[in-house]
């Protein structure tokens, strides 16, 4: 046993043209960072598109904080007068349909009882 190498750790390395290798770190040349990662608006999740829109354009950090406090805010806030308002449309409907259904009751009653036929004659 004491005639084995030292242990060198082998880690898995991508090559400049996309190839994966075992490769020992100290043996490999040192790479130069390509420079700044660029990450396009239409990568970005939905929720950071703005945010990424308004740092891109100069807006500043609280801007963009704002739009992230009140973004989903401004959501919520909607759903609920979208739900508030299909909520009265519908007791509206069941309003009018209640009136439609006692006023069409009411005109067949009076109009057989009040009324004398041909045959009354």
Same mark, same amino acid.
């Given at each position: 046993?004491?005639?084995?190498p030292?242990?060198?750790?082998?880690?898995?390395?991508?090559?400049?043209? &996309?190839?994966h290798?075992?490769?020992?770190?100290? !043996?490999?040349?040192?790479?130069?960072?390509a420079?700044?990662? @660029? @990450?396009?608006?239409?990568?970005?999740?939905?929720?950071?598109?703005?945010?990424?829109?308004? +740092? &891109? !354009?100069?807006?500043?950090?609280?801007?963009?904080?704002?739009?992230?406090?009140?973004?989903?805010? +401004?959501? &919520?806030?909607?759903?609920?007068?979208?739900?508030?308002?299909?909520?009265?449309?519908?007791?509206?409907?069941?309003?009018?349909?209640?009136?439609?259904?006692? @006023?069409?009751?009411?005109?067949? !009653?009076?109009?057989?009882? &009040?009324?004398?036929?041909?045959?009354?004659?």
């Open positions: 046993m004491e005639q084995l030292a242990h060198r750790p082998l880690t898995v390395v991508q090559l400049p043209d &996309g190839s290798v075992y490769a020992d770190p100290a !043996s490999l040349p040192v790479q130069q960072p420079g700044p990662q @660029v @990450v396009h608006i239409h990568q970005a999740p939905p929720d950071r598109t703005v945010q990424r829109v308004a +740092l &891109g !354009s100069g807006v500043g950090a609280g801007a963009v904080a704002a739009g992230v406090y009140f973004g989903p805010l +401004l959501v &919520g806030v909607l759903t609920a007068i979208a739900a508030n308002l299909a909520f009265l449309a519908f007791i509206a409907l069941v309003l009018g349909w209640a009136v439609v259904t006692v @006023v069409r009751s009411v005109t067949t !009653s009076t109009k057989t009882n &009040g009324r004398t036929g041909r045959k009354g004659r």
